[in-house]
């Protein structure tokens, strides 16, 4: 869910000309304070393991644990992964979770914040995230919410 949000907040800020809204559920602020070094602090048991699954591909791929580890303080390095928050203008259904604190709470409420869209709305719970993405009546709502984006708002949203 969480890299799915991020790549959400990469792809904002570029204004594809088809991108019609976004829907960031529970993602990061910043890789270097909520991802890799938590208040300065190395991550040491997610970021591994995370950033494991993140070397699939075909071609080449950055190697994110290293890089964490090469770069223990913020630097041009991670100046390099920050997003222009400033700059998403598309429609948002934001979502975050006072469960998950830890690693996504406080980033999505900044995230959310910072977009400078026009048309964005927030939601904060406090359950479990995935089961809370499917429950049904949440799978409704953001089927209206991208209904009114892609079809307009004359598709009964």
Same mark, same amino acid.
């Given at each position: ?51 494991? !699954? =993140?070397?699939?591909?075909? /071609? ?5 644990? +290293? ?5 223990? @303080? ?27 604190? !830890? =690693?996504?709470?406080?980033? /999505? ?5 910072? +977009? ?5 709305? @927030? ?35």
């Amino acid at each position: 869910m969480s890299y799915l949000a991020a790549i959400q907040w990469q792809v904002g800020p570029l204004r594809p000309p088809h991108l019609a809204a976004l829907n960031p559920w529970e993602g990061f602020l910043g890789l270097y304070r909520e991802f890799a070094m938590h208040g300065g602090i190395r991550e040491t048991r997610f970021v591994p393991v995370a950033c494991a !699954g =993140l070397n699939w591909s075909l /071609t080449r791929t950055e190697d994110t644990n +290293a890089n964490v580890l090469a770069h223990p @303080l913020y630097d041009a390095y991670w100046a390099s992964k920050e997003n222009d928050f400033e700059a998403i203008e598309a429609p948002m259904f934001v979502v975050a979770s006072w469960s998950d604190q !830890g =690693l996504h709470l406080r980033g /999505t409420l900044e995230a959310y914040k910072r +977009a400078s869209s026009q048309q964005k709305w @927030l939601e904060v719970h406090g359950r479990k995230k995935w089961a809370y993405y499917y429950q049904p009546s949440n799978v409704a709502r953001l089927g209206q919410f991208f209904d009114h984006f892609l079809r307009g708002p004359t598709s009964g949203s």
